[in-house]
T-cell receptor, first 114, second 116 residues
Framework: AQSVAQPEDQVNVAEGNPLTVKCTYS??????LFWYVQYPNRGLQFLLK??????LVKGSYGFEAEFNKSQTSFHLKKPSALVSDSALYFC????????????FGTGTRLKVLA | DAGITQSPRHKVTETGTPVTLRCHQT?????MYWYRQDPGHGLRLIHY???????DKGEVSDGYSVSRSKTEDFLLTLESATSSQTSVYFC???????????????FGAGSRLTVL
């Protein structure tokens, strides 16, 4: 069965500092991995994805994520946080062995302090 | 933005009544999904569809049924609503393979359901 773990309910970071939001996954076969963001009272927006190729993927708003197969992780990173990055972040996984189910984590609330 | 519309956007109902939420897309995407979002649980997959009349269960399918009689519409039905089904429900669509948006889920705006 597929699963995603986001071990931190909340991450606080000062504006201008680098940020990391953690995600680990479990899936049969090779994973497709995704990050989504939800701003207050808004829907979910796609940030970035890993399908194949380079382990470091770049996405919207300066975010990037690193796929680590041995650690089954896909942590979201940004070199310099902005107050406007404050939002709820979701990691998701989809297996590639005959399924089109996308399983999400419980979410991590990022708070960037001015 | 992808053409995906959820209706109703807000609904208050009583325990034991049936409720149907509708997801309508204009993108001709093959895959459609229903999720519920609850504090502390994140997004949980209820059911999904991989084509007309083709559906499968997700993580939390008990108490829910779905139907997809045409490509553009995916209905989620609560046969007899309970207070535990109070939630925000999101529909999502995916093209599947091919194209720059391949495998990416695009979400609707959500439907807030309150069961009293």
């Amino acid at each position: 069965a597929q699963s995603v773990a986001q071990p931190e309910d909340q991450v606080n970071v000062a504006e201008g500092n680098p940020l990391t939001v953690k995600c680990t996954y479990s899936v049969s076969g090779n994973p497709y991995l995704f990050w989504y963001v939800q701003y207050p009272n808004r829907g979910l927006q796609f940030l970035l994805k890993y399908i194949t190729g380079d382990n470091l993927v770049k996405g919207s708003y300066g975010f990037e994520a690193e796929f680590n197969k041995s650690q089954t992780s896909f942590h979201l990173k940004k070199p310099s946080a902005l107050v406007s990055d404050s939002a709820l972040y979701f990691c998701a996984v989809r297996g590639t062995s005959g399924t089109y189910k996308y399983i999400f984590g419980t979410g991590t609330r990022l708070k960037v302090l001015a | 933005d992808a053409g995906i519309t959820q209706s109703p956007r807000h609904k208050v109902t009583e325990t034991g009544t049936p409720v149907t939420l509708r997801c309508h897309q204009t993108e001709n995407h093959r895959y459609m999904y229903w999720y519920r979002q609850d504090p502390g649980h994140g997004l949980r997959l209820i059911h999904y569809s991989y084509g007309v009349k083709d559906t499968d269960k997700g993580e939390v399918s008990d108490g829910y049924s779905v139907s997809r009689s045409k490509t553009e519409d995916f209905l989620l039905t609560l046969e007899s609503a309970t207070s535990s089904q109070t939630s925000v429900y999101f529909c999502a669509i995916s093209l599947g393979v091919g194209g720059s948006g391949a495998n990416v889920l695009t979400f609707g705006a959500g439907s807030r359901l309150t069961v009293l």
